[in-house]
């Protein structure tokens, strides 16, 4: 009964691929985010959705494209994986009610050769 | 959101109360003081979270101080398991669903 779950939890790639991270969550919520975790651990936000439209996008590279096909499932794709592209991406859920605690999945872990 | 400060890392005997200080001068009337922490290799995770009154769960305490300035998460009885980065987030309460903002946070470390 995983909250939020990603996959894969390890993707290793060459430079110049693209591929997806996909997420889930079961908690009903209506936004779903991703953030990115570099070397130096800093956590910081890519992009926020709500009710499947995108709320929040910031200056991220347009090789990243997310897409949300429900308010379940937010999906990430990368084209053209560069070096630096390498990080922990974290998926996270939140609902409109209540406190508005975000619930985060495992992470997964990008390494581009 | 208000800025925070938290000390670079801390050490914590195992049994022990961990007492995470955060400051937090320039919060506002109404934002609220959250605590997530992340354990090596997993996601953030929600601890606790509190606007001016003291607050327990099964958790954690959080303590906020009387001109809520600074305040301090309490893990009563230390663990292993509880080594990690304890993140201290000031947030309105109109920040609706909008993504956190993360500092450098605390690393706690547990030891035996």
């Known amino acids: 009964d995983t909250a939020v779950s990603q996959t894969p939890k390890y993707l290793v790639t060459q430079m110049g691929n693209d591929k997806s991270i996909k997420c889930e969550q079961n908690?009903?919520?209506?936004?779903m985010y991703w953030y990115k975790q570099d070397s130096k651990k800093f956590l910081k936000i890519m992009f926020s959705?709500?009710?499947?439209?995108?709320?929040i996008n910031e200056t991220v590279p347009n090789r990243f494209s997310p897409k949300s096909p429900d308010k379940a499932h937010l999906n990430l794709h990368i084209n053209s994986l560069e070096l630096g592209d390498s990080a922990v991406y974290f998926c996270?859920?939140?609902?409109?009610?209540?406190?508005?605690?975000?619930?985060f999945g495992p992470g997964t872990r990008l390494l581009v050769l | 959101d208000a800025k925070t400060t938290q000390p670079p890392s801390m050490d914590c005997a195992e049994g022990r109360a961990a007492n995470l200080p955060c400051n937090h001068s320039?919060?506002?009337?109404?934002?609220?003081v959250y605590w997530y922490r992340q354990i090596h290799s997993q996601g953030p995770q929600y601890i606790i979270h509190?606007?001016?009154n003291n607050e327990t769960n099964e958790m954690a305490s959080l303590i906020i101080t009387e001109d809520r300035k600074s305040s301090t998460l309490i893990l009563p009885h230390a663990t292993l398991r509880d080594t990690a980065v304890y993140y201290c987030?000031?947030?309105?309460?109109?920040?609706?669903?909008?993504?956190?903002?993360f500092g450098k946070g605390t690393r706690l470390s547990v030891i035996a």
């Open positions: 959705y709500n009710n499947k439209e995108l709320i």
């Open positions: 987030i000031v947030r309105s309460p109109n920040s609706g669903n909008t993504p956190l903002v």
């Open positions: 996270a859920s939140s609902s409109g009610q209540g406190r508005k605690t975000q619930y």
């Open positions: 509190g606007l001016k």
């Open positions: 320039t919060i506002s009337g109404n934002e609220y």
């Open positions: 908690l009903g919520h209506d936004t």
